[in-house]
């Protein structure tokens, strides 16, 4: 087993490790714990948000929780009726993005997840661009939410770049955003993790070109 640190360690600090997926906002992330793990994470990112909300103006507060209860909804019904039906899977982000994007930020971690599940049905159905699209706004998210060397990041990066430098043919496009994935995953990873090592032959035949 080897296990990577994403930044310095103090001296008698604690090391934490997350249970669940953590571009999901703070009361889905602290529900699905206690659900599985009978505890309430008090950890620093969960109490930095929950003091955000807790600071939230309570009429902001409570449409805010029931637009994320709306993207809630699209998430588990992509989730449990779709399986590699692209189609209406897609059909069904689309929705679910038409019906929350103007009330969510476009980093809000329910964004993200139909973006990440639109991806998928974009990729499904070789929407290519689309696919690109979504990938981008994925990366955004991260970028908020996640440590920047996060291996999440790195990877939803390694994901856009490959898309625009093999299949779109746009290498030149690439190679900046597959050198920051190269940089995230060497740490997040590891530098010989095979999905890193396939980055940077990418990246090596890019420069020789």
């Not at 659900?35 to 994470?41: P, S």
């Not at 809630?72 to 929705?95: P, S």
């Not at 991260?142 to 625009?164: E, N, S, Y």
Request: glycine share 4%.
């Amino acid at each position: 087993m080897e296990i990577r640190s994403l930044r310095d360690i103090q001296p008698g600090e604690e090391c934490f490790i997350h249970y669940v997926n953590v571009l999901q906002t703070v009361n889905v992330r602290r529900k699905k714990l206690y659900d599985n793990y009978r505890f309430w994470c008090e950890c620093l990112r969960c109490k930095r948000e929950l003091k955000i909300l807790a600071d939230t103006a309570i009429g902001d507060r409570l449409k805010l929780e029931e637009t994320e209860a709306k993207a809630q909804t699209f998430l588990a019904k992509i989730d449990k009726e779709f399986d590699e039906n692209y189609y209406k899977m897609l059909e069904t982000c689309e929705t679910g993005l038409d019906a929350v994007q103007n009330d969510l930020d476009t980093t809000n971690p329910h964004m993200a997840q139909l973006h990440v599940r639109t991806q998928e049905a974009c990729i499904g159905l070789q929407k290519w661009k689309a696919a690109v699209k979504s990938g981008m706004e994925i990366i955004r998210a991260c970028k908020t939410h996640l440590l920047p060397t996060d291996p999440i990041l790195g990877f939803h990066m390694w994901r856009v770049a490959k898309i625009q430098a093999v299949t779109l043919n746009q290498p030149i496009v690439a190679r900046d955003l597959l050198q920051q994935a190269i940089d995230v995953m060497s740490i997040g990873y590891g530098s010989t993790h095979p999905m890193t090592m396939e980055a940077k032959e990418l990246l090596g035949t890019i420069i020789d070109q």
